[in-house]
């Protein structure tokens, strides 16, 4: 009841999103417009949710950005147009979104590196990794098998919005269960958590662990989407931290719901899009982001200075 | 402080839209950065924006003169020909055999330079006389090709091949090459006439308008036209965009829009879908290069509407979709096939045989009537059909093809 309570703001600023793209593309009502508005704005909500995990638990991942490239580029590297390949490289993808969602955690728990500086570290690792097995330029081909979750339909409905269904849903129970309460004890109050007997390092590894496996499933909507590119994880790590914040979740983590952060996504998306129904030039949407995070640390950076002194 | 946030939010977005609503009407989006927030063209009802900085009249009229006379030399092999050559003299670079050749590239950075690139390589394979080839990669950056080119000519090369990374910038560097050893620029040109030959196809005017023409021709008076970009600023690019739009403003279709992809497939598709949708119907599609074709052409087949008349590139991929998808389309081409004029030229010059001053390449277009002659299935996505590399050796296993 309290969650909901508090995220009344972002769904009021959403439904109000809506509505103004309704008025100005009146295709947005009809069921195909809107399918065709949540095709486009999966990926994003799913990387929002992963990337809620970290930021609640009092941490950054920003290497979800790279990730999303490397599994776009290394599924066409393999996969090479052949359909037979498809589904080992997906199970490949998914393996390799956790292992580096498992090497961000132990890196930031184990060897005390703030998490900005890990996922910094990683997102630069990841992409020079990426230029450097491609000489420059992606090669290979998609299969239309792995293109079919971020292309085709299931019936009338987008397979991406299928697999956006079952994330969320998934986010969600994970984060009513006690994993998820955990979590929001670890970035609430780090030591009292501690004491209480929350695996502090465990429950955070795990986060990261989910995140990268948010940026694998990501990567695989984009990918198919919209074919090969190497700039197709550019940004995505700001706009899915800008979609978080947006959603209420407090930088520095203890507050704030997944559902909120989803809502924040759909709420980017949302307005993205206006932007481009206006007309209004791409840069302003990096412009826009960065108003919002600005404003959003500017309001909880009481709570950041604080939480460095705590931890001992 | 949740409440403060969305409040902060809701009142710069309201600001930002109200911004919006202050500027140009929606279906006018111009996205050049010099444009202003109207410019009526004297034509009929095209909103292009005002002319690129970039344009020079004079090279216009030549290029698209150029595309219809004859060139000089062996048709089979269009990467030894010339248009129109005003030939020097090199007697005075004669020396004998094997050769050092250097080579100062600008980068490996994009699927149509490292086409090249090998398709050079191999070119060098074929050539017993040169004993050594130096290449250095300049990774995209100025200051690195300058210092490459300074290190280049201290080594003792015989010639020093230039693919400039930017035209102004590394013109000093080249002036500074010149008097040392002979040097060959192809691709991007610079602003000094001291290197013995500049190699390049007929240029972007051409292409550009090679394009804009195929579209004047398909697609009815009054109808739609996208134009695709993918940066501003580039002169190469700005080259294309400013000889179609010479085109498009000379003729009755209805340019609705002008819009940025930076080259990436999920924002050109996302733009065209967003245009699908607010006009009901696109009936052209104009792009200054072809990596994002495919991605411009599944919008419309995710929407579920016809594909209309595109400008595509000879990029393998495009060339796929125009085929099976019997597509009404043209592809105006770069041809990579440039790469192999140098190391030919460079191997003319240390023979004291004439070359071209300017050597420009002809530079053919893919139509419906010549597409299967340039269609090679097997060839990976981003290779580029006019790479001229089919009878090098290794082909086209080096080239990613089975």
Same mark, same amino acid.
Request: glycine share 10%; hydrophobic share 50%.
């Given at each position: 009841?309290?969650?909901?309570?508090?995220?009344?703001?972002?769904?009021?600023?959403?439904?109000?999103?809506?509505?103004?793209?309704?008025?100005?593309?009146?295709?947005?009502?009809?069921?195909?417009?809107?399918?065709?508005?949540?095709?486009?704005?999966?990926?994003?909500?799913?990387?929002?949710?992963?990337?809620?995990?970290?930021?609640?638990?009092?941490?950054?991942?920003?290497?979800?950005?790279?990730?999303?490239?490397?599994?776009?580029?290394?599924?066409?590297?393999?996969?090479?147009?052949?359909?037979?390949?498809?589904?080992?490289?997906?199970?490949?993808?998914?393996?390799?979104?956790?292992?580096?969602?498992?090497?961000?955690?132990?890196?930031?728990?184990?060897?005390?590196?703030?998490?900005?500086?890990?996922?910094?570290?990683?997102?630069?690792?990841?992409?020079?990794?990426?230029?450097?097995?491609?000489?420059?330029?992606?090669?290979?081909?998609?299969?239309?098998?792995?293109?079919?979750?971020?292309?085709?339909?299931?019936?009338?409905?987008?397979?991406?919005?299928?697999?956006?269904?079952?994330?969320?849903?998934?986010?969600?129970?994970?984060?009513?269960?006690?994993?998820?309460?955990?979590?929001?004890?670890?970035?609430?109050?780090?030591?009292?958590?501690?004491?209480?007997?929350?695996?502090?390092?465990?429950?955070?590894?795990?986060?990261?662990?989910?995140?990268?496996?948010?940026?694998?499933?990501?990567?695989?909507?984009?990918?198919?989407?919209?074919?090969?590119?190497?700039?197709?994880?550019?940004?995505?790590?700001?706009?899915?931290?800008?979609?978080?914040?947006?959603?209420?979740?407090?930088?520095?983590?203890?507050?704030?719901?997944?559902?909120?952060?989803?809502?924040?996504?759909?709420?980017?998306?949302?307005?993205?899009?206006?932007?481009?129904?206006?007309?209004?030039?791409?840069?302003?949407?990096?412009?826009?982001?960065?108003?919002?995070?600005?404003?959003?640390?500017?309001?909880?950076?009481?709570?950041?200075?604080?939480?460095?002194?705590?931890?001992? | 402080?949740?409440?403060?946030?969305?409040?902060?939010?809701?009142?710069?977005?309201?600001?930002?839209?109200?911004?919006?609503?202050?500027?140009?009407?929606?279906?006018?989006?111009?996205?050049?950065?010099?444009?202003?927030?109207?410019?009526?063209?004297?034509?009929?009802?095209?909103?292009?924006?005002?002319?690129?900085?970039?344009?020079?009249?004079?090279?216009?009229?030549?290029?698209?003169?150029?595309?219809?006379?004859?060139?000089?030399?062996?048709?089979?092999?269009?990467?030894?020909?010339?248009?129109?050559?005003?030939?020097?003299?090199?007697?005075?670079?004669?020396?004998?055999?094997?050769?050092?050749?250097?080579?100062?590239?600008?980068?490996?950075?994009?699927?149509?330079?490292?086409?090249?690139?090998?398709?050079?390589?191999?070119?060098?394979? $074929?050539?017993?006389? #040169?004993?050594?080839?130096?290449?250095?990669?300049?990774?995209?950056?100025?200051?690195?090709?300058?210092?490459?080119?300074?290190?280049?000519?201290?080594?003792? @090369?015989?010639?020093?091949?230039?693919?400039?990374?930017?035209?102004?910038?590394?013109?000093?560097?080249?002036?500074?090459?010149?008097?040392?050893?002979?040097?060959?620029?192809?691709?991007?040109?610079?602003?000094?006439? @001291?290197?013995?030959?500049?190699?390049?196809? #007929?240029?972007?005017?051409?292409?550009?308008?090679?394009?804009?023409?195929?579209?004047?021709?398909?697609?009815?008076?009054?109808?739609?036209?996208?134009?695709?970009?993918?940066?501003?600023?580039?002169?190469? $690019?700005?080259?294309?965009?400013?000889?179609?739009?010479?085109?498009?403003?000379?003729?009755?279709?209805?340019?609705?829009?002008?819009?940025?992809?930076?080259?990436?497939?999920?924002?050109?598709?996302?733009?065209?879908?967003?245009?699908?949708?607010?006009?009901?119907? #696109?009936?052209?599609?104009?792009?200054?290069?072809?990596?994002?074709?495919?991605?411009?052409?599944?919008?419309?087949?995710?929407?579920?509407?016809?594909?209309?008349?595109?400008?595509?590139?000879?990029?393998?991929?495009?060339?796929?979709?125009?085929?099976?998808?019997?597509?009404?389309?043209?592809?105006?081409?770069?041809?990579?096939?440039?790469?192999?004029?140098?190391?030919?030229?460079?191997?003319?010059?240390?023979?004291?045989?004439?070359?071209?001053?300017?050597?420009?390449?002809?530079?053919?277009?893919?139509?419906?009537?010549?597409?299967?002659?340039?269609?090679?299935?097997?060839?990976?996505?981003?290779?580029?059909?006019? @790479?001229? @590399?089919?009878?090098?050796?290794?082909?086209?296993?080096?080239?990613?093809?089975?």
């Amino acid at each position: 009841m309290r969650a909901l309570r508090s995220m009344g703001p972002i769904l009021a600023v959403l439904a109000v999103l809506l509505v103004l793209i309704a008025l100005v593309n009146p295709f947005f009502l009809e069921p195909a417009g809107f399918l065709a508005f949540l095709k486009r704005a999966a990926p994003l909500v799913i990387l929002a949710a992963g990337q809620y995990f970290v930021i609640v638990s009092g941490e950054f991942d920003l290497s979800v950005g790279s990730l999303v490239t490397v599994q776009v580029v290394v599924a066409a590297r393999l996969i090479d147009g052949q359909e037979e390949a498809t589904w080992p490289v997906l199970a490949l993808l998914i393996v390799i979104g956790l292992l580096v969602g498992l090497a961000n955690g132990v890196i930031t728990t184990g060897l005390r590196v703030p998490s900005f500086i890990t996922t910094l570290g990683m997102m630069l690792v990841l992409s020079g990794a990426v230029f450097l097995w491609t000489g420059g330029a992606p090669r290979g081909a998609l299969s239309e098998t792995f293109r079919m979750f971020g292309r085709r339909d299931l019936g009338p409905v987008p397979w991406s919005v299928l697999v956006l269904l079952a994330a969320g849903t998934a986010a969600i129970l994970l984060m009513r269960s006690d994993f998820g309460k955990r979590l929001i004890a670890t970035g609430d109050n780090e030591r009292a958590a501690g004491l209480s007997g929350v695996r502090v390092d465990r429950t955070r590894i795990a986060a990261f662990v989910v995140s990268g496996l948010a940026a694998a499933v990501a990567g695989i909507l984009l990918g198919g989407f919209a074919g090969v590119s190497a700039q197709v994880g550019q940004g995505l790590e700001f706009q899915a931290i800008t979609a978080v914040v947006l959603g209420g979740v407090a930088l520095g983590g203890g507050r704030g719901s997944v559902v909120a952060a989803m809502a924040g996504a759909f709420t980017l998306e949302a307005l993205f899009t206006l932007l481009n129904l206006y007309g209004i030039s791409g840069a302003l949407e990096f412009a826009v982001q960065g108003v919002i995070i600005i404003a959003a640390v500017a309001a909880s950076s009481v709570r950041l200075p604080f939480r460095r002194a705590l931890r001992v | 402080m949740n409440r403060s946030i969305t409040a902060l939010v809701a009142g710069v977005s309201a600001m930002l839209l109200a911004a919006g609503c202050a500027s140009d009407k929606p279906a006018t989006s111009s996205a050049a950065p010099e444009s202003s927030a109207a410019a009526p063209s004297t034509a009929a009802s095209s909103n292009t924006g005002e002319q690129s900085k970039f344009f020079v009249q004079a090279d216009y009229d030549a290029q698209l003169a150029m595309r219809s006379q004859e060139a000089e030399g062996p048709a089979d092999k269009p990467w030894e020909q010339a248009i129109a050559p005003e030939m020097v003299d090199t007697a005075k670079y004669k020396k004998d055999g094997p050769y050092n050749l250097c080579f100062s590239n600008a980068a490996v950075n994009n699927p149509w330079r490292q086409v090249g690139w090998k398709t050079m390589q191999a070119e060098v394979a $074929l050539h017993k006389e #040169i004993g050594k080839f130096t290449a250095l990669d300049a990774e995209g950056k100025d200051d690195k090709q300058i210092s490459d080119i300074a290190e280049l000519v201290g080594k003792g @090369c015989d010639a020093l091949i230039v693919s400039p990374n930017t035209t102004a910038t590394l013109t000093p560097a080249v002036t500074g090459a010149c008097p040392k050893v002979p040097v060959i620029v192809f691709d991007r040109g610079v602003e000094t006439d @001291c290197p013995v030959t500049f190699i390049n196809p #007929i240029g972007g005017y051409a292409f550009g308008a090679d394009g804009a023409e195929f579209l004047v021709e398909k697609v009815p008076a009054g109808g739609k036209v996208l134009a695709l970009r993918i940066l501003p600023g580039v002169d190469v $690019l700005e080259t294309r965009w400013s000889a179609a739009k010479v085109t498009f403003d000379q003729s009755q279709l209805d340019v609705v829009g002008v819009e940025f992809t930076d080259g990436d497939a999920a924002k050109t598709k996302s733009i065209v879908s967003d245009y699908i949708q607010r006009h009901g119907k #696109i009936d052209g599609v104009w792009m200054d290069a072809g990596a994002t074709a495919v991605a411009a052409v599944e919008a419309f087949e995710d929407a579920g509407v016809p594909v209309p008349a595109v400008v595509g590139e000879d990029q393998q991929d495009f060339l796929q979709k125009w085929k099976s998808g019997g597509l009404t389309a043209i592809a105006p081409t770069y041809p990579t096939y440039q790469w192999r004029t140098p190391i030919i030229a460079a191997l003319k010059i240390l023979k004291g045989e004439e070359v071209p001053k300017t050597w420009k390449l002809p530079q053919p277009k893919i139509t419906s009537e010549n597409l299967d002659t340039y269609l090679q299935p097997n060839m990976p996505p981003l290779h580029y059909a006019l @790479c001229g @590399c089919e009878d090098l050796p290794d082909f086209p296993a080096a080239w990613g093809g089975k």
